[in-house]
């Protein structure tokens, strides 16, 4: 199963790229579409946010046509943007971006690919194969990439108007998003976090993987799982107020904590993929998240022993529908 391919029997799906440019800003480009939608069904969604996250530039795009078409003699495929730009996935796990618009222009192309890893090819695990309303995949944990960027109306730092970057690459397909979603994402070297997760089937579920040279954890239903605010392996907390989230998960021998706090004026909204089509301001992301992740360690049903501690800056923290008060409102920030 091709994972980051097109699923054309899916309500909708959409491709998410966040690039780490030379300066510390961050650029976070949104390609998706809902099949069938009545409105706002193609967006096309360019943020770039400055290190210091004060003067963010955005520009949500709503395409008369999005094309997904697959290149079965080459074993990739292209999101097409008629007269805007396109992203082309290759079948050796490379990317092309290239987008030309009158607000922004942006090339990029990616030189290497860091995957989910090397047991599973997604975080879902086995979960993949379940027709389950949302699927939640992650192309590369880190890609290397040459590009050069240009918004007109924006002042840019001469380092991000063209040079090397990195870039995280995901994707999400299903019927509808969760009526409530956390998303977490933070790397420094060799060493990154990520999860996704939130309320689905009247459950709390999550997905999360930590990659270290030498520690790579992965937890996910049914250790991630609560039921009815129970669960003998995971409890978290989602405090918009506070711009604060907190976790803990554990399997029989492994537990990891994280706990992730943004600045509340470093936050930004999206718009989420809905069966009638986009709909604007339903999550808030920040790039300026400190995310501290512990992990521990037993034998058997011993006492738990403290291993590691890694803390990381300009993570990326994501509140989204129940969770975001602001969810559908005109009101924004902050």
Same mark, same amino acid.
């Given at each position: 199963?091709?994972?980051?391919? %097109?699923?054309?029997? !899916?309500?909708f799906?959409?491709?998410y790229?966040?690039?780490?440019? %030379? ?13 069938? !939608? ?8 360019f943020?770039?946010?400055?290190h ?29 943007l008629?007269?805007?730009g396109?992203?082309?996935?290759? !079948?050796?796990?490379?990317?092309d ?16 690919? +860091?995957?989910?890893?090397t +047991?599973?090819?997604? %975080? ?33 730092? *001469? ?6 970057? +990195?870039?995280?690459?995901? =994707?999400?397909?299903?019927h ?17 976090f990520?999860s !996704? ?13 930590? *990659? ?13 799982? *609560?039921?009815?605010?129970?669960? %003998? ?19 029989f ?6 706990k992730?706090?943004a ?19 339903y ?15 037993? =034998? ?32 924004r920030f902050?």
């Amino acid at each position: 199963m091709q994972h980051n391919a %097109p699923h054309k029997s !899916a309500v909708f799906e959409g491709y998410y790229s966040k690039f780490h440019l %030379p300066s510390g800003a961050s650029l976070a480009i949104v390609v998706c579409k809902v099949r069938n !939608a009545p409105n706002k069904p193609h967006q096309l969604s360019f943020t770039y946010v400055p290190h210091d996250a004060g003067r963010i530039y955005q520009q949500e795009i709503w395409a008369e046509e999005l094309e997904m078409i697959r290149t079965p003699q080459q074993g990739g495929f292209s999101l097409e943007l008629p007269s805007m730009g396109h992203v082309r996935f290759h !079948a050796d796990g490379s990317t092309d971006y290239m987008f030309e618009t009158a607000q922004f222009s942006f090339h990029a192309t990616t030189t290497s690919r +860091t995957p989910w890893s090397t +047991t599973n090819a997604t %975080p879902e695990g086995w979960l993949v194969y379940l027709p389950l309303p949302l699927h939640w995949h992650v192309h590369s944990l880190e890609s290397k990439c040459t590009f050069d960027l240009t918004i007109p109306s924006h002042r840019l730092p *001469r380092s991000d108007e063209a040079g090397n970057a +990195t870039v995280h690459e995901e =994707k999400n397909w299903a019927h509808s998003f969760p009526s409530a979603h956390m998303w977490l994402q933070a790397r420094k070297g060799e060493t990154g976090f990520c999860s !996704a997760g939130g309320q689905i089937l009247g459950m709390d579920a999550f997905l999360i993987g930590y *990659r270290s040279k030498d520690l790579n954890l992965d937890f996910r239903p049914p250790f991630a799982l *609560r039921l009815a605010g129970l669960s %003998p392996f995971m409890s978290y907390k989602s405090d918009w107020d506070n711009r604060l989230f907190e976790l803990s998960v554990q399997s029989f021998n492994r537990k990891l904590s994280v706990k992730a706090v943004a600045p509340r004026g470093s936050f930004f909204s999206l718009s989420s993929p809905f069966p009638e089509g986009h709909r604007e301001n339903y999550l808030g992301q920040s790039f300026k998240a400190t995310i501290e992740v512990k992990i521990y360690e037993r =034998k058997w049903f011993g006492q738990w022993n403290h291993i590691r501690t890694d803390v990381f800056e300009d993570g990326s923290l994501e509140f989204g529908g129940a969770y975001y008060p602001l969810a559908g409102s005109e009101k924004r920030f902050n």
